[in-house]
Nanobody, 122 residues
Framework: HVQLVESGGGSVQAEGSLRLSCVAS????????MGWFRQFPGQEREVVAT???????RYSPSVEGRYTITRGKDNYELFLQMNSLKPGDAAMYYC?????????????????WGQGTQVTVS
């Protein structure tokens, strides 16, 4: 079965940086659409950044220019470099995978999720 494991979250001061990692296993689809999402307390999950099977990326306007999504060599690793972090970026961050064609940005279009990693910015 599909398993996603995120890591790299933690506590950082404003303007600091963190790098999140996600390792996916059990996926037979080559170069699946993958993305990072975040969820604030009491709110719905929202997209942060996605990458499709061609390596094309899309970012939420709230993070563009500060965050960078990249993929590992085997395409089942996903990273999120977060720079210039703000207190408003503090949230639970999730890695998501879409097993069907296309690479939308709505969380509901992603079927597989990791357990999340907490990011705190003070």
């Amino acid at each position: 079965h599909v398993q996603l494991v995120e890591s790299g979250g933690g506590s950082v001061q404003a303007e600091g940086s963190l790098r999140l990692s996600c390792v996916a296993s059990g996926i037979s689809h080559r170069d699946p659409c993958m993305g990072w999402f975040r969820q604030f307390p009491g709110q719905e999950r929202e997209v942060v950044a996605t990458m499709d099977d061609y390596g094309r990326t899309r970012y939420s306007p709230s993070v563009e220019g500060r965050y960078t999504i990249t993929r590992g060599k085997d395409n089942y690793e996903l990273f999120l470099q977060m720079n210039s972090l703000k207190p408003g970026d503090a949230a639970m961050y999730y890695c998501g995978v879409r097993l069907n064609s296309g690479c939308p940005t709505r969380p509901r279009d992603f079927s597989e999720w990791g357990q999340g990693t907490q990011v705190t910015v003070s």
